[in-house]
């Protein structure tokens, strides 16, 4: 049975849901704390969710304080 892709047929993005600071902003600033969700990024990109909750806790943690500006 082939792969049916439902996001491009029905038109949605649920990816840009997931990823709210890389998405285009008003003005084509960079938002707030998207430095810090591109080094989270970067450093979780092809590791794995295992890995990477380990390995890229501090990005993590910089980028959550900066979104919700509270300590973790």
Request: with cysteine; aromatic share 10%; net charge neutral.
């Amino acid at each position: 049975m082939p792969f049916v892709d439902l996001q491009s047929r029905l038109g949605i993005s649920l990816d840009r849901w997931l990823l709210l600071q890389s998405g285009e902003q008003p003005n084509k600033r960079a938002a707030r704390c998207h430095a810090f969700e591109k080094e989270w990024i970067e450093c979780a990109h092809g590791i794995g969710q295992t890995r990477a909750k380990k390995e890229c806790q501090v990005e993590f943690e910089d980028f959550y304080e900066c979104m919700h500006r509270q300590k973790m």
